[in-house]
């Protein structure tokens, strides 16, 4: 069997600190994705694109436990899109429908038919605040690259290149990757029109990391704009539910939801959408959950 290499994400510096990229490959990431939701290849895709996005999103976070969040509703038959990602890059996500197949109609998988375009795409920023940061900005192809550069442009006011590609067959994730390229606050015109000419050599970039992989293609990329690498970290799929966080969900629900569970249902069973992982409580610790939802309602 072909020995995997390491997921990884580079944070670059270029043109003496004019411009900035961010350089993923995240071909493992995906294909656990795939594997754990069982998915189409169009909905690896779909999904991959975001997550790989959404992990260039977490390197950017301050604080291991801040977190991004990634919605895209564009009224396809894949349905919602949904990927979050840490601090500390541990990544998930899930489609609605991981079945939805969609006929070629060109070279490429039919990611914008399976995702659609008419809705928006939401990006929530868990920055340990009062209130989490939120920005929403309507859908420009649900081909998602596109959709998120027009995210960092219309809603963080940061003009992005944004590259995104997963190449996938029936069974595997032959490679996966993205590069953000976002110029620095007083660029010159020169910088700006490098980085410019520079768009068509960024657009095949699962063909190029599957090719050259993470290092071999920040040189192949980026060479002619003085790349400077400043980090190097690794992102991961990871789901972080636990038994204790499905309890706190659950006494959320109150003590009438709680009350119903035990008396007509004698119990609950509760399926996490990101890792699928199976919960179950009997009645006897739904009753300790409702005493708790009880004391939490003043009742």
């Not at 400077?228 to 499905?246: A, G, Y």
Request: proline share 3%; net charge negative; charged share 25%.
């Amino acid at each position: 069997m072909e020995t995997r290499r390491e997921d990884g994400i580079y944070h670059i510096s270029l043109m003496g600190g004019q411009a900035r990229a961010i350089l993923i490959e995240s071909t493992n990431l995906v294909q656990r994705a795939m594997e754990t939701h069982r998915l189409t290849r169009v909905a690896t895709a779909a999904l991959g694109r975001t997550l790989t996005c959404a992990a260039m999103m977490g390197s950017m976070l301050k604080g291991e436990n801040e977190s991004v969040s990634v919605q895209i509703k564009g009224g396809g038959p894949i349905g919602t899109v949904l990927a979050v990602a840490h601090g500390n890059l541990d990544v998930k996500g899930y489609v609605d429908n991981p079945g939805v197949d969609l006929p070629r109609t060109g070279p490429k998988l039919p990611v914008g038919a399976a995702v659609g375009r008419d809705g928006k795409m939401t990006v929530i920023k868990d920055l340990g605040m009062r209130e989490p940061y939120i920005g929403q900005v309507n859908l420009v192809s649900g081909e998602i690259a596109e959709d998120f550069a027009m995210y960092f442009t219309a809603s963080e006011q940061t003009p992005s290149l944004v590259s995104l590609g997963v190449l996938v067959d029936d069974e595997r994730v032959r490679s996966a990757g993205g590069l953000i390229v976002q110029m620095m606050p007083g660029a010159t015109e020169a910088a700006i029109a490098s980085v410019e000419q520079s768009a068509g050599m960024f657009m095949d970039i699962s063909g190029t990391m599957q090719e050259y992989h993470l290092e071999g293609a920040a040189r192949q990329l980026l060479t002619h704009l003085e790349p400077e690498i400043l980090e190097k970290r690794v992102p991961h799929w990871r789901c972080d539910c636990s038994r204790e966080r499905i309890e706190g969900v659950l006494v959320t629900l109150g003590v009438e939801e709680l009350r119903d569970m035990i008396e007509t249902q004698r119990g609950a069973q509760v399926d996490c959408h990101f890792c699928l992982k199976r919960y179950q409580f009997n009645a006897e610790e739904l009753s300790k959950l409702l005493q708790a939802a009880t004391a939490r309602e003043g009742k």
